[in-house]
């Protein structure tokens, strides 16, 4: 579906779906809690698999999307693809870690 789109397009709306993330957009995460464990580098995947996962999470399927649609590019504009679940979990728990640094600074 994202192939359609020129790259400069879908650089546009991967760099929009990280900035919200970054920015405390919840929904498209589990309970609506993006400090939910399943999406934190230091947990193991079958203890929280039931609640999220790269087969079923929209926000990491579109941003793998573009990031492997990118990477076959002449030349890629996507600086730091999101390749794997671990790539995900990675922005994810840095940006709830941020958004509570941020919230208690207030």
């Known amino acids: 579906m994202l192939k359609k789109f020129t790259q400069a397009n879908r650089q546009t709306i991967f760099h929009a779906i990280v900035h919200a993330i970054r920015h405390d957009y919840r929904e498209g995460?589990?309970?609506?809690?993006?400090?939910?464990?399943?999406?934190?580098?230091?947990?193991?995947?079958?203890?929280?698999?039931?609640?999220?996962?790269?087969?079923?999470?929209?926000?990491?399927?579109?941003?793998?999307?573009?990031?492997?649609?990118?990477?076959?590019?002449?030349?890629?504009?996507?600086?730091?693809?999101?390749?794997?679940?671990d790539d995900f979990k990675q922005l994810v728990s840095k940006a709830h870690k941020d958004i509570q640094s941020r919230e208690r600074a207030g």
């Open 29 to 85: 995460f589990h309970n609506t809690d993006m400090g939910h464990s399943v999406y934190q580098t230091d947990t193991t995947p079958p203890a929280f698999g039931y609640a999220d996962g790269p087969d079923r999470n929209a926000l990491f399927l579109i941003l793998q999307e573009l990031s492997e649609l990118d990477a076959k590019e002449f030349e890629p504009y996507i600086k730091d693809p999101i390749l794997t679940w």
